[in-house]
């Protein structure tokens, strides 16, 4: 029989937890986690909702954060009855229990480890990274056995192109897969960026399908997708149409270091693509070394069959140059970036 992936026991979660949900029976102890915060949020408001959506629903909701937690905080938290409902929500935003102290530690893993049936505990975690740490073994042993860890990770570009679409349909718009997928690259696939656009490119759509159009119009590009443009631009020859994109991230004031950053990553997945496509492989061996979706990946192995091997060992040297200028020189930052432009052109012109 196959491994069990931790791909496959954050589904085998997440299912239940929405199992859970359906049948209003919430566990006691949840660990939310995950880089993909709209859906962390989700399931968050509708369990917030389920538990404490009744009369005294403020008053069964507990909330803490590393402000405001204590050990007998918890405690007293955990301990108090539900009124006017059957089960109280104890949430902790960010709190590493494992940088506590000893004795805290002792306390918390107590706490946590007898929660009552009335009682259920939600540890979300937004800006501190969730991570058990083995070697304090009473706590870890606490989480392995007690808590039930839903990790809420990026989608993949099949779930996320199906959720673009049914959230179109919901404005009475329709939209095709392939331009989902340019929806994606456009704004990195974050779920919780893609909302808003989709709002604004139905409202903006004049016809019953959206277009690209509509999309280019009202979608605003994540920094990669602009830097993609940039360098794919260097490798068509059109060093004009690269400039007027970072004069564009210049406007918007991207911060230098974060656009040298990622116009470096795309130079490199130019040259990874050159070696794929030498040893014979194609567009999936660059998306699984990369993670790059279909939409980039394409773009990518494109562009790279536009430039030489000698392109990319120079450019990732002027990437490399223009770094260290950036950390150490006296010169406009946006004038090292408009000159590593034009050293990347005249390299491709070679």
């Given at each position: 029989?196959?491994?069990?992936?931790?791909?496959?026991?954050?589904?085998a979660a997440l299912?239940?937890l929405?199992?859970?949900?359906?049948?209003?029976?919430?566990g006691?102890?949840?660990v939310?986690?995950?880089?993909?915060?709209?859906?962390?949020?989700?399931?968050l408001?509708?369990?917030t909702?389920?538990?404490?959506?009744?009369?005294?629903?403020?008053?069964?909701?507990?909330?803490?954060q590393?402000?405001?937690?204590?050990?007998?905080?918890?405690?007293?938290?955990?301990?108090?009855?539900?009124?006017?409902?059957?089960r109280?929500?104890?949430r902790?935003?960010?709190?590493?229990?494992?940088?506590q102290?000893?004795?805290?530690?002792?306390?918390?893993g107590?706490i946590?480890?007898?929660?009552?049936?009335?009682?259920c505990?939600?540890?979300?975690?937004?800006?501190?990274?969730?991570?058990?740490?083995?070697?304090?073994?009473?706590?870890?042993a606490?989480?392995?056995?007690?808590?039930?860890?839903v990790?809420?990770?990026?989608?993949?570009e099949?779930?996320?192109?199906?959720?673009?679409?049914?959230?179109?349909?919901?404005?009475?718009?329709d939209?095709?897969?392939?331009?989902?997928?340019y929806?994606?690259?456009?704004?990195?696939?974050s779920?919780?960026s893609?909302?808003p656009?989709?709002?604004?490119?139905?409202?903006?759509?004049?016809?019953?399908e959206?277009?690209?159009?509509?999309l280019?119009?009202?979608?605003?590009?994540a920094?990669?997708?602009?830097?993609?443009?940039i360098?794919?631009?260097?490798?068509?020859?059109?060093?004009?149409?690269?400039?007027?994109?970072m004069?564009?991230?210049?406007?918007m004031?991207?911060?230098c270091?974060?656009?040298?950053?990622?116009?470096?990553?795309q130079?490199?997945r130019?040259h990874?693509?050159?070696?794929?496509?030498?040893?014979?492989?194609g567009?999936?061996?660059?998306?699984q070394?990369?993670g790059?979706?279909?939409?980039?990946?394409?773009?990518?192995?494109?562009a790279?069959?536009?430039?030489?091997?000698?392109?990319?060992?120079r450019?990732?040297q002027?990437?490399?140059?223009?770094?260290?200028k950036l950390?150490s020189?006296?010169?406009?930052?946006?004038?090292?970036?408009e000159?590593?432009l034009?050293?990347?052109?005249?390299?491709?012109?070679?």
């Open positions: 029989m196959a491994k069990k992936t931790d791909r496959d026991d954050a589904g299912r239940a929405k199992a859970d949900l359906k049948n209003g029976t919430p006691s102890f949840y939310f986690c995950g880089e993909e915060a709209y859906l962390r949020e989700h399931y408001s509708l369990l909702q389920k538990l404490t959506g009744g009369p005294a629903g403020a008053f069964n909701d507990h909330r803490f590393a402000e405001n937690l204590t050990p007998e905080a918890l405690q007293s938290a955990v301990e108090a009855m539900p009124m006017m409902a059957e109280t929500l104890v902790v935003d960010d709190v590493d229990f494992f940088k102290n000893e004795q805290a530690r002792e306390q918390y107590q946590l480890s007898d929660i009552p049936d009335y009682c505990v939600v540890l979300n975690y937004d800006t501190v990274e969730f991570r058990v740490n083995g070697t304090m073994k009473r706590l870890a606490v989480f392995a056995e007690k808590a039930s860890v990790e809420f990770a990026k989608q993949s099949r779930d996320l192109a199906a959720w673009i679409s049914r959230h179109f349909r919901a404005h009475g718009k939209i095709s897969d392939e331009l989902c997928r929806l994606i690259f456009l704004t990195d696939g779920m919780t893609l909302g656009e989709i709002d604004k490119a139905a409202v903006y759509a004049a016809g019953p959206v277009t690209r159009a509509d280019d119009a009202v979608v605003i590009p920094l990669n997708a602009k830097t993609f443009d360098s794919n631009a260097i490798a068509d020859g059109q060093y004009e149409r690269a400039l007027a994109r004069e564009e991230l210049f406007a004031q991207e911060d270091m974060l656009i040298l950053g990622a116009i470096g990553s130079l490199r130019l990874y693509a050159k070696l794929i496509t030498a040893a014979g492989k567009q999936e061996t660059l998306m070394l990369t790059l979706k279909s939409y980039p990946a394409g773009l990518t192995m494109t790279a069959r536009k430039v030489s091997d000698e392109f990319c060992r450019a990732a002027l990437v490399l140059e223009t770094d260290r950390k020189s006296a010169d406009e930052p946006e004038r090292l970036l000159l590593l034009a050293e990347l052109a005249a390299e491709a012109r070679r």
